[in-house]
């Protein structure tokens, strides 16, 4: 069969205007950090500096959420119909600029275009949509028939989706009628601050939204704050468990959404061409910089050699490159400091005794990049099979009965996600029940919708985000 090559398809640059610098944005305006520190966002395909944005600290983060609190009373006293107008403005200005936004994530994340657009942009604005429609309806929501809002909730997010965990935590926070301080990443602070330029062109009031610069003291500053009421995080689950101590013992609710090692178990009767695909977007989508990824493949016995050759097949025709490039299919790692831990767990799983494949992949010079990795001969011993890589690396293992398949599963401190390929409806069901896991896909993965909660068990957090659930963790029952 002759082999066709594609073309270059980039995506403009000049569709987003990145500024040499930005400040903190708190009650309405950007302004400086108090002691002047800034630190640089780089783009980790190029390794180019993209801007220069504020470092805030303790001064600043006070700052943030007094001006929330301030805006908190008057905010949270509108109906729930008027809140509604904002988010659906907010929605729509999304929608506007979503190319925009779409590159400068690329830029700022490494991830491919196809995906900050196809993916991460319809999703943010679809929360924003979604929880809209329940600003003016949370009587209904089955908390009690007059909910009220918790108060100023700090909130900090991951680098793998910027503004997708924004919307999933500041659009649930603002329709039920709290006011916000965010803390984005310190790697991709960018699409956070363009956040802070749409509310203001959306009217939102003054302090509603609050959004602090900085690296790990920052978010550990607002966590810490006694003005905040509410705590929300995504991230590590080593960060998660001192978010726990630090808010043990005080009255902040709080909500974690931490790691994942999540097992795709694909059953002998599944339809092979499919299972590949739902493998390959499980584990390889935004470079495996997914919590839910499934980085734990169990296969049956019988089909796993069959199944291999035509994972390896679609396996050689990823492309790893340009994330602007619209053929793209696997990005930059986000920083080099993440490349170092993929680095260093792949090679732990070669001097355990797994054997190491990936196809044939010329990686760009610049930048920060490894190439989709397979190991076959895996055990449950391997650190790659109990650590979380947070990269485009798979561990397979293999697996005889329903009931093994179960236990290797839940044989892991995480319980965030798992998929299921079978054609058989009963065993789909049974599976589940047994599965500890907070989101359970059947014949597909990574799929996510505004009105499905998501959430895991162990050390993969607790509470529950998006849909009628996620309501709950911003209000007062």
Same mark, same amino acid.
């Given at each position: 069969?002759?082999?066709?090559?594609?073309?270059?398809?980039?995506?403009?640059?000049?569709?987003?205007?990145? @500024?040499?610098?930005?400040?903190?944005?708190?009650?309405?305006?950007?302004?400086?950090?108090?002691?002047?520190?800034?630190f640089?966002?780089?783009?980790?395909?190029?390794?180019?500096?993209?801007?220069?944005?504020?470092?805030?600290?303790?001064?600043?983060?006070?700052?943030?959420?007094?001006?929330?609190?301030?805006?908190?009373?008057?905010?949270?006293a509108?109906?729930?119909?008027?809140?509604?107008?904002?988010?659906f403005?907010?929605?729509?200005?999304?929608?506007?600029?979503?190319?925009?936004?779409?590159?400068?994530?690329?830029?700022?994340n490494?991830?491919?275009?196809?995906?900050?657009?196809?993916?991460?942009?319809?999703?943010?604005?679809?929360?924003?949509?979604?929880y809209?429609?329940?600003?003016?309806?949370?009587?209904?929501a089955?908390?009690?028939?007059?909910?009220?809002?918790?108060?100023? @909730?700090?909130?900090?997010?991951?680098?793998?989706?910027?503004?997708?965990?924004?919307?999933?935590?500041?659009?649930? @926070?603002?329709?039920?009628?709290?006011?916000?301080?965010?803390?984005?990443?310190?790697?991709?602070?960018?699409?956070?601050?363009?956040?802070?330029?749409?509310?203001?062109?959306?009217?939102?009031?003054?302090?509603v939204?609050?959004?602090?610069?900085?690296?790990?003291?920052? !978010?550990?500053?607002?966590?810490?704050?006694?003005?905040?009421?509410?705590? @929300?995080?995504?991230?590590?689950?080593?960060?998660?468990?001192?978010?726990?101590?630090?808010?043990?013992?005080?009255?902040?609710?709080?909500?974690?959404?931490? !790691?994942?090692?999540?097992?795709n178990?694909?059953?002998? $009767?599944?339809p092979? $061409?499919?299972?590949?695909?739902?493998?390959?977007?499980?584990?390889?989508?935004?470079?495996?910089?997914?919590?839910?990824?499934?980085?734990?493949?169990?296969?049956?016995?019988?089909?796993?050699?069959?199944?291999?050759?035509?994972?390896?097949?679609?396996?050689?025709?990823?492309?790893?490159?340009?994330p602007?490039?619209?053929?793209?299919?696997?990005?930059?790692?986000?920083?080099?400091?993440?490349?170092?831990?993929?680095?260093?767990?792949?090679?732990?799983?070669?001097?355990?005794?797994?054997?190491?494949?990936?196809?044939?992949c010329?990686?760009?010079?610049? !930048?920060?990049?490894?190439?989709?990795?397979?190991?076959?001969?895996?055990?449950?011993?391997?650190?790659?099979?109990?650590?979380?890589?947070?990269?485009p690396?798979?561990?397979?293992?293999?697996?005889?009965?329903?009931?093994?398949?179960?236990?290797?599963?839940?044989?892991?401190?995480?319980?965030?996600?798992? !998929?299921?390929?079978?054609?058989k409806?009963?065993?789909?069901?049974?599976?589940?029940?047994?599965?500890?896991?907070?989101?359970?896909?059947?014949?597909?993965?990574?799929?996510?919708?505004?009105?499905?909660?998501?959430?895991?068990?162990?050390?993969?957090?607790?509470?529950?985000?998006?849909?009628?659930?996620?309501?709950?963790?911003y209000?007062?029952?």
């Amino acid at each position: 069969m002759p082999v066709f090559e594609y073309a270059p398809a980039p995506e403009s640059r000049t569709v987003v205007d990145i @500024a040499p610098s930005y400040g903190l944005f708190v009650d309405g305006e950007f302004r400086e950090a108090g002691d002047g520190k800034v630190f640089k966002t780089v783009s980790p395909s190029t390794e180019e500096v993209l801007s220069e944005v504020a470092q805030a600290g303790a001064e600043d983060v006070d700052r943030a959420v007094k001006a929330a609190r301030k805006a908190f009373e008057p905010w949270s006293a509108l109906p729930g119909s008027e809140r509604a107008k904002y988010l659906f403005r907010i929605a729509r200005i999304i929608q506007e600029r979503s190319r925009e936004l779409a590159v400068l994530e690329s830029l700022d994340n490494g991830k491919p275009i196809r995906e900050s657009r196809d993916a991460d942009l319809p999703l943010v604005a679809a929360h924003f949509f979604y929880y809209a429609g329940w600003a003016d309806k949370l009587s209904y929501a089955g908390y009690g028939s007059d909910p009220k809002p918790l108060g100023v @909730a700090g909130q900090v997010i991951p680098w793998n989706f910027p503004l997708l965990m924004l919307a999933w935590k500041i659009a649930p @926070a603002l329709a039920c009628g709290n006011t916000v301080v965010l803390k984005p990443a310190e790697t991709t602070p960018l699409s956070a601050l363009f956040f802070a330029d749409i509310c203001r062109q959306a009217g939102l009031p003054k302090g509603v939204v609050n959004i602090v610069t900085g690296d790990g003291s920052t !978010g550990a500053e607002l966590v810490a704050h006694p003005g905040i009421d509410k705590v @929300a995080f995504t991230g590590s689950t080593e960060v998660g468990k001192a978010i726990a101590r630090t808010v043990a013992g005080t009255e902040k609710k709080v909500t974690l959404e931490l !790691g994942g090692k999540a097992a795709n178990i694909v059953f002998d $009767d599944a339809p092979i $061409d499919q299972a590949v695909e739902g493998i390959i977007g499980g584990i390889f989508f935004n470079q495996g910089h997914v919590c839910c990824a499934g980085s734990r493949l169990l296969v049956q016995e019988s089909v796993q050699d069959e199944l291999l050759d035509a994972l390896k097949r679609r396996m050689r025709t990823l492309r790893v490159g340009d994330p602007l490039d619209k053929n793209t299919d696997i990005g930059a790692i986000n920083s080099a400091e993440q490349l170092a831990r993929i680095r260093d767990l792949a090679d732990a799983g070669e001097a355990e005794g797994a054997e190491r494949w990936a196809p044939e992949c010329e990686l760009p010079s610049s !930048g920060y990049w490894f190439a989709p990795t397979l190991f076959t001969g895996v055990t449950q011993a391997h650190r790659i099979a109990r650590e979380e890589i947070f990269g485009p690396v798979l561990s397979v293992l293999t697996f005889r009965t329903p009931d093994e398949a179960v236990a290797k599963a839940n044989n892991t401190p995480y319980g965030l996600s798992a !998929g299921i390929w079978t054609e058989k409806g009963s065993r789909i069901l049974a599976m589940a029940g047994k599965l500890r896991a907070g989101v359970i896909w059947s014949n597909t993965f990574n799929k996510f919708d505004p009105a499905s909660p998501f959430g895991g068990y162990k050390e993969s957090g607790y509470g529950r985000e998006g849909g009628r659930h996620g309501l709950e963790a911003y209000l007062d029952v």
